[in-house]
Nanobody, 117 residues
Framework: QVQLVESGGGLVQPGGSLRLSCSAS????????MAWHRQAPGKQRELVAT???????TYEDSAKGRFTLSRDNAKNTVSLQMNSLKPEDTAVYYC???????????WGQGTQVTVSS
């Protein structure tokens, strides 16, 4: 059974930081690309950042310069360090995994991030 479990969300003041983690089980983690998406109330889910199985990463404009991905294949975990948070970063953040060949896709349940004073 495949599970992606996000953690690390919470309430933070503008300018603050949070570190989100996604722990995967039931998959051969090193063969999966990993991504973080977010969905704000009333908006569509959007891509935030991607870390490929190779270890390379890409960031959407909203995340560039503020968010940093890291990956630990030994612990089956991908993390998103978020700095200089803004109220517009408020959303539910989801972890997604997809196989680098078969494109099998899995989603986590999400973790709430609220940026507010």
């Amino acid at each position: 059974q495949v599970q992606l479990v996000e953690s690390g969300g919470g309430l933070v003041q503008p300018g603050g930081s949070l570190r989100l983690s996604c722990s995967a089980s039931g998959i051969s983690f090193r063969f999966y690309h990993m991504a973080w998406h977010r969905q704000a109330p009333g908006k569509q889910r959007e891509l935030v950042a991607t870390m490929f199985s190779s270890g390379s990463s890409t960031y959407e404009d909203s995340a560039k310069g503020r968010f940093t991905l890291s990956r630990d294949n030994a612990k089956n975990t991908v993390s998103l360090q978020m700095n200089s948070l803004k109220p517009e970063d408020t959303a539910v953040y989801y972890c997604r995994a997809w196989h680098f060949i078969t494109d099998d896709v899995y989603w986590g349940q999400g973790t709430q991030v609220t940026v507010s004073s």
